[in-house]
């Protein structure tokens, strides 16, 4: 009968008790052989165990208060709001108890959650969409890269939209900045040469927004949010166009994820 | 959301345990953790959904441990063992068997970190050798490898500080 070679492997298997029966039989066959080889196995099961005792009582202590997770969500939900805004809102009251309530649309603060979404996909639309000679940065042939670098930019995990089914070929993409950090700026043609963009980043607030839809110019808009990332789409397309893509989008992205 | 407190809250002592005998330091070890649940639940609908929330919960928070250990090696900090507080230190050494595992925790912070981290992953936290693999993004061949190398440099280690140990004069002494 021949035995296939024992290897090192095999070895740090049988310490881990991770062979299979047959096979760990003919290792111990051969340790049997080889006291040399069996002391170290010993040892190194020894180690083993004198490395599951030394760290054992860390498991067994009582979680601190602070690494309870009920904790971290909650600290996560305390709304963050931005102490310019506070001092804003606080600008806003005194206003208005003294009468200085007509103030309050020059004031107010700035569009926040999907409709700032919109208002950016909209301006990167209108930049970047009439370019003739670089409307991409990097093309639809890295679109591995793409996603690469929106997610590592975005901090969380970014897919680009295949659009194909509905006409839409993908041109490319570029990073974008925001008043609320980066984003992800994706364009697309169809077979006409008509552009869309879409344009992507982490909402302030996790969770889903519903699509809203919104013109400028000529062009008409969607934005959403889905599991606190942000979506906008602009383009001048009818909006009977636009919007059943907007939905495509939705509906893929969710199964994405 | 119930259910990631039910997926990640029973792996919380085991994470602990890891980032303690990576870390030594118990404060440390534990902003550690805060760290790595802190990025687990923003990133949970960022998890692959056929993925393992005990390996990707690892690897987070290993990849946190590597950057915290590179910073520290940069900056050169260290505190002395004869100045820490009892509690920093992973175990009290009182006793004899205090003793070996002075020379135990000693061996293993004298690792080299990347055979540390698979020594403990397998060893202690009882991961396999695929899941290790996924956590320390390197491949299986690699973990075995890094495997039987650390186990045989601790065995080294140990054998070493017990034998340059003059009779008589304490262990814990000659612990850096």
Redesign the interface.
């Given at each position: 009968m021949t035995v296939r070679p024992i290897t090192?492997?095999d070895?740090?298997?049988l310490?881990?008790d991770?062979l299979e029966a047959a096979r760990r039989a003919e290792v111990e066959a051969y340790l049997a052989r080889h006291p040399d080889l069996s002391q170290?196995v010993e040892?190194?099961r020894g180690?083993?165990d004198?490395?599951?005792?030394?760290?054992?009582p860390?498991?067994?202590?009582p979680?601190?208060a602070?690494?309870?997770?009920?904790h971290?969500?909650e600290a996560?939900r305390r709304p963050r709001l931005p102490a310019w805004q506070a001092a804003a809102a606080a600008v806003l009251l005194a206003l208005g108890g003294i009468g200085g309530w007509g103030l309050r649309g020059t004031l107010s603060a700035p569009m926040t959650g999907v409709d700032a979404l919109a208002q950016e996909a909209s301006a990167n639309y209108a930049v970047y969409a009439p370019d003739r000679l670089r409307p991409v940065e990097l093309a639809a042939s890295s679109s591995d890269e793409l996603a690469r670098w929106f997610s590592a930019r975005l901090d969380?995990?970014v897919g680009v939209p295949d659009l194909s089914g509905s006409g839409y070929r993908l041109m490319g993409g570029r990073l974008v900045a925001t008043p609320h950090g980066p984003a992800g700026l994706l364009m697309y043609d169809d077979a006409r040469g008509t552009r869309l963009v879409m344009l992507m980043r982490p909402m302030a607030q996790p969770g889903d927004a519903p699509m809203r839809e919104h013109r400028t110019g000529s062009a008409t808009g969607y934005a959403w949010a889905q599991?606190?990332l942000g979506y906008g789409l602009v383009g001048a397309s009818d909006p009977a166009v636009l919007h059943p893509l907007a939905n495509e989008i939705r509906r893929t992205t969710a199964t994405n994820? | 959301?119930s259910d990631?407190?039910r997926l990640?809250?029973p792996l919380?002592?085991?994470l602990?345990?890891y980032a303690?005998?990576l870390l030594r330091n118990p404060t440390d070890a534990?902003d550690l953790?805060?760290d790595c649940?802190?990025r687990a639940?923003?990133?949970w609908?960022?998890r692959r959904a056929d993925g393992d929330v005990r390996t990707w919960l690892y690897a987070i928070l290993h990849n946190l441990a590597v950057s915290q250990m590179r910073q520290r090696a940069r900056r050169g900090t260290s505190m002395p063992v004869e100045d820490a507080p009892e509690a920093v230190l992973?175990?009290a050494p009182n006793q004899h068997e205090g003793l070996?595992?002075r020379d135990?925790?000693a061996a293993?912070d004298a690792l080299p970190d990347e055979q540390r981290g698979v020594?403990?992953l397998?060893?202690?936290e009882g991961l396999?050798?695929a899941e290790a693999a996924q956590v320390l993004a390197i491949p299986i061949g690699t973990v075995?490898?890094r495997?039987?190398r650390a186990?045989d440099r601790?065995?080294q280690l140990m054998d070493g500080e017990r034998a340059a140990a003059p009779a008589g004069r304490p262990l814990l002494r000659r612990v850096k």
């Open positions: 090192e492997d070895i740090q298997a310490i881990d991770r170290r040892r190194m180690l083993g004198a490395l599951r005792d030394a760290f054992a860390v498991a067994a202590e979680v601190p602070r690494l309870t997770l009920a971290l969500v996560r969380r995990r599991d606190g994820t | 959301m990631m407190v990640i809250e919380i002592p085991a602990r345990r303690r005998a534990d953790v805060q649940l802190e639940i923003g990133r609908h960022q992973a175990v070996l595992q135990l925790t293993l020594l403990l397998v060893s202690v396999s050798y075995m490898s495997l039987a186990r601790m065995i």
